[in-house]
């Protein structure tokens, strides 16, 4: 099976940065798409920045409401994938969860339910 384990997670002050990691392992495996998404309490999970791979390259994708602050990667030789997060606010707050759809399909990127696979979370807490 493929795992993936999120990282980088923890308390940061407002206007600060964070790193999250995801680390993919089990087996190999080629996704089309890989994407972060989070989740705070008593609201539903949201999209915030996904990263598509094919031959000819690859594309970037992110919510408007982090756009211009968090940079989404892949490194595919280490199998990780990385969120910087700069300029962080309050309403940033929430549990992180990578995802990756384990091969193309048409499924939009900002859909939760493209994704096959999912990681446990990391929790970022963003003070004021």
């Known amino acids: 099976q493929v795992q993936l384990v999120e990282s980088g997670g923890g308390l940061v002050q407002a206007g600060g940065s964070l790193r999250l990691s995801c680390a993919a392992s089990?087996?190999?495996?080629?996704?089309?798409?890989m994407g972060w998404f989070r989740q705070a309490p008593g609201k539903e999970r949201e999209f915030v920045a996904a990263?598509?791979?094919?031959?000819?390259?690859?594309?970037?994708y992110y919510a408007d409401s982090v756009k211009g602050r968090f940079t989404i990667s892949r490194d595919s030789a280490k199998n990780t994938m990385y969120l910087q997060m700069n300029s962080l606010k309050p309403e940033d707050t929430a549990v992180y969860y990578c995802?990756?759809?384990?091969?193309?399909?048409?499924?939009?990127?900002?859909?939760?339910?493209?994704?096959?696979?999912w990681g446990q979370g990391t929790q970022v807490t963003v003070s004021s």
């Open positions: 990263i598509t791979m094919s031959w000819s390259g690859t594309n970037a």
């Open positions: 995802a990756a759809d384990g091969a193309g399909n048409g499924v939009p990127y900002y859909q939760s339910w493209k994704y096959d696979y």
């Open positions: 089990g087996r190999t495996f080629s996704p089309y798409a």
